[in-house]
């Protein structure tokens, strides 16, 4: 941080300042005298400051400008450059979330509905080549009126469809109080758009082992996204993979959000955390999924969530932007050759 | 709801739509027939209907159009035009929000620092004509390294500011968890912008009975919002007041949100809930808050919501954006002889 | 501007950099010498400089902060903090807008529909209290297949409309091929939203005597904003009044635009031109003008800009966002004692 | 168009509406009568109709809604499903852009800043693979202080280039005054951003020979852009191409603009026009360019358009966005073969 003074200061007032900020906010500051201003340099943790506190305290100071990153946990400089690997044990075995991976294709229904559909379903998009079964047993809907998902009992279903599969399970946890349940059969623990800025649950998933999907709230900047991560991170679970599902613009005529898929290329280079796109919600309408799901792919992403329905216009929830089994088989046999895994 | 059907289609097909629709969706279905295209008119509950699972129910649907709200409880209907009052009991007595009641000024440090602090900011706004303290136990903040609030002690320190001023305490509950330890203190319980699609916690607060303080979400359309307000009344709790806080926008150079204040009128043909605005996180400044805050008076607000601190320039949140104690009295001074509330 | 040099930069690559900076955009450097960092601040007409090519120039600058607003002539500095006054002649007298002058009220039609309109338009509304009258003889149309307005005949039936009131003319110019003939009727040029960054028009309205009522881009910043009129002021029209007529964002069900209040106080503190509102097209329906218009007024604003039409049922265009005669009347007879001027 | 009228209206009433409908509108009115509400279907050129005009005839109208778009020669109805072919003459042969073609490149820089330059650059993106040449001599820039474009003069260097390589040539056209001297260089004239809704520029370019580039402006949704193209379309000239270049978003941090590439399958279902997409614009960093151009290639559009400069840091605008020579080589290298022109 950069913290400019206002010129005649005092050099009295120079060193008032100066040792303020070094006992306050435990920083090093380095002192530029030129001939009409005063420039002071903050070295140390300076994530963990604030702008607007430095400008308060003291009148001779003009302005505070940040010059770094206010996320360190996620940035790519705590790993030295090196992207992370997510790593998820399933009963199929180990699968690589990263940069240096292969392509890693998530799939299911929105939600979990019986029993039957959810393990017939994971049969389908096993066979097609995705490694991970997705659906939701505790839905975030707008109206009180719509279905609310099953809940626990949707819970046994997806433990069913795993042990039928071998899959990996990712679904939503969405109160901290359903955290342990959810937990219990998640293998990883989702965190949806509308709770990316829910600090609350951000710190109990980080604070247990299991990996964090964390979605991007529809109106969160990036930055504000990388903090979210970073909350996860700074209780102690390295393991978070960030997925992209659009973004609130003026524009929702067509589609449901807007796909920004430039946080592929932007997030590689700010931070070493796997990236995951899910054109899905991302477009609403599922004849927009393959074209977005080509483009990501080759914009770069480490992994894809698409949902799949056995019969979408029976769907219960998000019938429109699901795919039929068939049209997903015919979608992952054209993207899975084509991720060539960066080299180590 | 009106769904039109494709010219051509066989007069068996459209009795299987109606009766289809009639049985699933328990509506009347008023059928209307013309020379090249037939029209069907739900009637009943539509609230609770989605339009994409009517129109994937038959191939030979053109459209499902909707032409009513899909909020029941928080329409302007439901009550007959009539506004609502949310009256909350505080030690000083009764205060009614609503359409037709004086101005209620709601004031307070952004986050409770400490007890000293926090039974002096409550005499000064209580002597300014505040009736309700607001103060921060539970602070959602982007960063895991800021300040996030000393949680249950800070809600003793509420509880002694109410003592020594009998003012109404509203204050943040952010998790499930700890909502008992809140209702304990609180009179008012806020559900924040971060929160307003919180399901889990929405329907909680709904099912408890201490009023409900509602903040918009940054980036959450009016309908969203009521939709909000749908969860915590379909639960049971009429008690909702509504606080518009600010928008996110593609301008955040010079202000924090972008104030709607257009949302007043709006609201009024909408929803017979109270309406409350919030300049000071709608701006971040406290410089635009009194005429933002005159602003809102003028346009017809219930009620308002303004940081205040003793000493901002020490604030351990928000400070940029609290007015001291003297900036407070003199705009209270001039802002609450405006209201002239409506007649009944 | 600030430039940040990187650590262990050889001083001869600062003098390098230095000499090249000074010579290059003719601006005083100034180095200040740090135990890690060098920081060069520059001192003199830097609103003319590009962070960008600055950054560009060697690859030793670690990053270009701006701390100074990239406008000149519309910097609220630029006239050492005094509000400006717009004076326009009218063959009433002259009126004058800014700060420190009673509230102006434009009113009129959307479009000039014929004669018989809008010289009863006028009339009305001069008697109500307005001093200028505003009607489109050019319309800026989404569709082509709408009306585009009646053109010179339309200039016309404005002059005649003049005669017959003693009203000052503000009409829009779309189109530099237009701006003789448009100029000859008009007293003030209103640049429409659409075209705010019309450059070419910008200029040409800067290089004629005629006021400017420059109307903010539905998605303008206030920076673009002021830069728009820093076109018009750079080409030696000092007389451009800024006007706020609602800004595009994620809600647009229930308003047309959302009005963005908040840059009443906002552009105080970065301009000395006259600020004026327009509640017809910042919500589009003319049972939201009245308590956004009285809310402008609070906030401060100049002036208003409102749509008046003898008969908004049977309007060419912007028929529901038109307030009636009898409507106006009420409006303006609340408004017009309300604002009193600050002291000079 | 559909138009529902009130419950309890006299048969008489719906004559009135219904005569009156097909008289002032041109339209056939089709009545369909259900036991409680009478609906009325308007067949005919209903793009020309606007929902508020209708609303306003009479009180018994309920709602009314508009259930197809309002573009016509822009629709892909309109030439029966088939995709357009754009074909521009250039002195190397004719090239055809379009759904069954292959991809098309366009290089060059932001502006033309010497006919040395210009020539060079377009001699090595025509090596490359490149059709046409981009380069401004007009320039639309935020700041009146920055470079304006050399005009007239740069038009002649842009001859030159033309000449030396074969390239057709695409340049801005920003004020109807410069149409004829554009028109006489350039193979395709380009409408800007900014003046996606200048619509005397797009009636004059609409009403002359040259093929129309129609950059979507930065707050445009999809619909203001196909009815932008209808202005062109509607004055006789079928040649446009739609152009993405970016759209203003809450988050512009990292990114100058959001590349909103869900356009692509958005486009293909709306209209035939060919489809062009600058990554250039739409990321602001030539860092970002490549993964985002093979984005675009995967999602299926039908050319690029990609800022080239021989020397990035010295450009006089949009540095930072542009790729080198030998960058582009590469990236031109990998996305030509991509391209497979789906079957006429």
Redesign the interface.
């Known amino acids: 941080m ?1 913290v ?1 003074l206002k010129p005649g200061i005092p050099s009295s007032e120079v060193e008032i300042i100066s040792e303020a900020l070094s006992e306050q906010w435990n920083v090093k500051v ?10 002071l ?1 903050l ?1 140390g943790e300076t ?2 400051l ?1 702008k ?2 430095i ?3 003291n009148p001779w100071i ?2 505070v ?1 940040r ?1 770094e990153e ?1 996320f360190k946990r996620a940035s790519l400089g705590f790993r030295h450059g090196q992207a992370s690997t997510v790593k998820v044990s399933t009963p199929n075995g180990d699968v690589d979330f990263g940069k240096n991976h292969p392509l890693v294709i998530v799939a299911g229904p929105c939600s979990v509905e019986n029993e039957e559909m959810i393990v017939e379903t994971a049969k389908r998009v096993k066979a097609a080549g995705a490694k991970f079964l997705r659906g939701g047993a ?1 839905k ?7 279905f ?1 998902g099953h809940g626990e009992s949707a819970l046994e279903m997806l433990d069913a469809a795993r042990s039928a599969t071998g899959l990996g399970i990712i679904t939503e946890v ?5 955290l342990e349940a959810v937990a219990e059969v998640a293998d990883v623990l989702q965190v949806g758009a ?2 990316m ?5 951000l ?1 109990k998933v980080g604070a247990q082992d299991k990996p964090v999907l964390l979605k991007r ?3 969160a ?4 996204w990388l ?1 979210a991560a ?2 996860v991170l ?2 102690g679970n390295p393991n978070v993979i960030l997925c992209e599902r659009g ?9 449901r959000n ?5 946080v ?3 997030l590689r ?2 931070t070493h955390l796997p990236i995951m796109i899910d054109p899905s919600h ?2 609403g309408k599922s ?2 999924v393959p ?2 799901a ?7 992403t480490d992994a894809l969530m698409i949902e799949v329905h056995p019969n ?4 219960l929830s998000d ?2 932007q699901s795919m039929t089994p068939n049209q997903f088989d015919a979608l992952a046999a054209e993207l899975l050759p084509q991720r060539v895994p960066a080299l180590v």
Request: net charge negative; proline share 7%; aromatic share 8%.
């Open positions: 950069i400019i380095e002192k530029s005298v030129g001939q009409h201003k005063t420039v340099g070295i994530a963990l604030h607007d506190q400008q308060n305290m003009e302005q400008l010059i206010p505790y975030p809907r707008t109206s009180p009126y719509s609310q969405m109160d901290t109080a359903d509308r709770n800025q829910n600090f609350a649950l710190k709230g529809i109106s900047t990036v930055k504000d903090m970073e909350y700074s209780e973004i609130r613009t003026f524009d929702r005529q067509y589609t807007t796909l920004d898929l430039s592929i290329p932007v280079t700010l991302g477009t004849e927009f074209p977005m080509k483009a990501s792919v080759a914009a770069g979408p216009a029976k769907a019938g429109p």
